[in-house]
């Protein structure tokens, strides 16, 4: 309930638009809590976060979608992303469908591909999250 209000901004990664979760906290109050989240677009990087009824202070993260584990015998297909238990700096995008066999050496190169099983992945770098504000809204 209360009065409809939103934050507009753009995700740019190494400065082009990227497809990045994006969440709002708001920050008045005993605990900061989530207020709104969306999904920036991939083609322009722009996003818009919508709520009701909260006005104040707002701290905007970006986060990078760092995706699931390295389980042995698990089937991954085409587009999901794997990462290894050990941070890299790359998590691995799923190119040809298939079930993950042991953990390989992850290479830590962009573009750079790496196989595990039948599944065959490509490094792709992983950005940290980034924090902005805060804004009053």
Same mark, same amino acid.
């Given at each position: 309930t209360g009065e409809p209000n939103s934050f507009s901004g753009t995700v #740019?990664? *190494? =400065?082009?638009? *990227? *497809?990045?979760?994006?969440?709002a906290l708001a920050l =008045?109050? !005993? %605990?900061?809590?989530q207020l709104a989240r969306t999904v920036s677009d991939p083609s322009t990087g722009a996003? %818009? #976060?919508n709520w009701n009824g909260y006005t104040g202070?707002? #701290?905007i993260t970006v986060h990078d979608d760092y995706g699931v584990p390295h389980v042995t015998g698990e089937s991954r297909g085409?587009? !999901?992303r794997i990462h290894p238990s050990v941070y %890299?700096?790359?998590?691995?995008?799923?190119? !040809?469908t298939g079930t993950l066999g042991t953990e390989p050496t992850w290479p830590t190169e962009a573009g750079a591909v790496v196989v595990s099983g039948t599944v065959r992945?490509? *490094?792709?770098?992983?950005?940290?999250?980034?924090?902005?504000g805060p804004y009053f809204v």
């Open positions: #740019l990664v *190494a =400065d082009q638009p *990227a *497809a990045r979760n994006v969440v =008045d109050g !005993e %605990t900061p809590y996003y %818009t #976060l202070q707002i #701290l085409v587009g !999901e %890299t700096g790359y998590v691995y995008d799923v190119s !040809e992945m490509v *490094a792709v770098p992983f950005y940290k999250p980034q924090s902005q």
